[in-house]
């Protein structure tokens, strides 16, 4: 099925360890983004990628490193992962970065820090 | 700084009834209003989407009503069913390379 698919669905770390979360979007889409998802926070952008070999940091980018690695793929890692970052992470795309274009989700990744 | 302010942040209706989550906004530059709905363990996805230019758009039983002197919006959902039971945000967004601003979100529980 065409669409953004995140990779792992679920995963459990402890303070200090790395992990990157991955991201794949086959509908050829420019522009490529990462959420974080928290109780009463809504959507938070971390980092976006308005087209291939660009990146720009979002809202709340402190603590997470992104690789636009080619149009397909946008990674989100975490060099250092602290309990704070414990979210659901949203990956998205759409074909351009601004205006009336669609924004689609993939399912998500649960992260637990402990 | 907020730039979408949604509320309410939940809402509880009873099936049948009408569902109104309300948003403002303060940048003038904003040219597109979507709105987002998200069930338990699923990504967002887009449900209905106005551009400036007109003040009402309906789709189904989903209605956006647009005031653009008032920098406001919302989301109607006349005959609400329990299968509406779901987070909706909505967003704002505008021309060049600028993402998508994301209210916090309303959390509908539509009760039978």
């Known amino acids: 099925n065409a669409g953004v698919t995140q990779t792992p669905k679920f995963q459990v770390l402890k303070t200090g360890q790395s992990m990157t979360l991955q991201c794949a979007q086959d509908?050829?889409?420019?522009?490529m983004y990462w959420y974080r998802q928290d109780p009463g926070m809504g959507l938070r952008l971390i980092y976006y990628s308005a087209s291939e070999g660009t990146t720009d940091k979002g809202e709340v980018p402190n603590g997470y490193n992104v690789s636009r690695l080619n149009k397909r793929e946008f990674s989100l890692r975490l060099e250092s992962a602290a309990p704070s970052q414990t979210s659901v992470y949203f990956c998205a795309s759409r074909q351009g970065a601004g205006g009336a274009n669609v924004l689609t989700f993939g399912a998500g990744s649960r992260l637990t820090v402990l | 700084q907020q730039q979408v302010k949604q509320s309410p942040q939940s809402l509880i209706v009873q099936k049948g009834g009408i569902s109104i989550i309300n948003c403002a906004y303060e940048?003038?530059?904003?040219?597109?209003f979507p709105w987002y709905q998200q069930f338990p363990g699923k990504g967002p996805a887009l449900l209905i989407a106005?551009?400036?230019?007109?003040s009402e758009k309906k789709e189904g039983r989903f209605t956006i009503s647009f005031n653009k002197s008032a920098k406001q919006f919302s989301l109607h959902i006349m005959d609400s069913q329990p299968g509406d039971s779901a987070t909706y945000f909505c967003a704002a967004g505008a021309k060049g390379n600028t993402p998508l601003v994301f209210g916090k979100g309303t959390r509908l529980s539509v009760i039978a």
């Open positions: 940048n003038t530059a904003f040219d597109y």
């Open positions: 106005i551009r400036p230019d007109v």
């Open positions: 509908m050829n889409h420019n522009s």
